[in-house]
């Protein structure tokens, strides 16, 4: 039983234009949220994460939200470029005491088009 | 060159055979992980590793084990592999002391088993 879904397998968008990237999770013990990005032939990338106190984090061209009571995250790239054309995972854990062990989503393979 | 390593990078066997997936980092992390990625589905883990005297199993460790060579290598066996153990496997490193740290990955091992 997956605790984080990603139900968008695939994501197509202009380049410029905004990139939505959406996440679910069950588990409401869930209290650090991350995302990373994979490129063909490469290991994930941590790109950006976001702590259950905050509902936004920002970073340059990426922005997370987090929506505790929906249990929802999303990630958002303005403006898309090509170069983020990859597969992007969202994970969540819920941080224990020595140990925070990561779900991760299934993915979701992002085109941007020139 | 890459923090992470993992050989071999692909890798075709057959049913029965043993096979050892090695991992070595230069990031001085203490914590090293093993997971496999599958068609669908999110990264799953299968091993983790505190320090070389720590091993713990993760949510698949069926069929698999792991030994923690040192600080920075930790290599992953299966005994005798099945066809469905064939996916695609990462090792990935990160801090201790602190749970909200990023895990930082290798490139991958394709796996097949025929």
């Known amino acids: 039983d997956q605790q984080v879904k990603q139900n968008s397998p695939s994501l197509s968008v202009q380049e410029g234009r905004i990139s939505i990237l959406n996440c679910d999770y069950t588990n409401s013990m869930f209290d650090y949220f991350l995302w990373y990005k994979k490129y063909p032939a490469e290991g994930p990338t941590f790109l950006i994460s976001i702590s259950s106190i905050k509902d936004k984090n920002e970073d340059g061209r990426f922005t997370v939200f987090l929506n505790k009571s929906a249990k929802h995250l999303s990630l958002q790239i303005v403006p898309s470029q090509p170069g983020d054309s990859a597969v992007y995972f969202c994970?969540?854990?819920?941080?224990?005491?020595?140990?925070?062990?990561?779900?991760f989503g299934s993915g979701t393979k992002l085109n941007v088009k020139p | 060159d890459a923090d992470v390593t993992q050989t071999p990078r692909n890798r075709i066997t057959k049913t029965g055979k043993r096979i050892m997936l090695e991992c070595s980092q230069t990031?001085?992390?203490?914590?090293m992980y093993w997971y496999r990625q599958d068609p669908g589905l999110g990264l799953r883990l299968i091993y983790y590793s505190f320090d070389v005297k720590d091993i713990n199993k993760g949510e698949i460790s069926d069929g698999y084990s792991v030994s923690r060579q040192a600080q920075a290598k930790f290599s992953l066996s299966l005994e005798s592999a099945i066809p469905n153990q064939t996916a695609l496997y990462f090792c990935a490193t990160s801090r201790g002391q602190s749970t909200d740290q990023p895990q930082h990955f290798g490139d991958g091992t394709r796996l097949s088993i025929l």
């Open positions: 990031k001085g992390h203490d914590r």
């Open positions: 994970a969540a854990s819920a941080r224990g005491y020595n140990f925070n062990k990561f779900y």
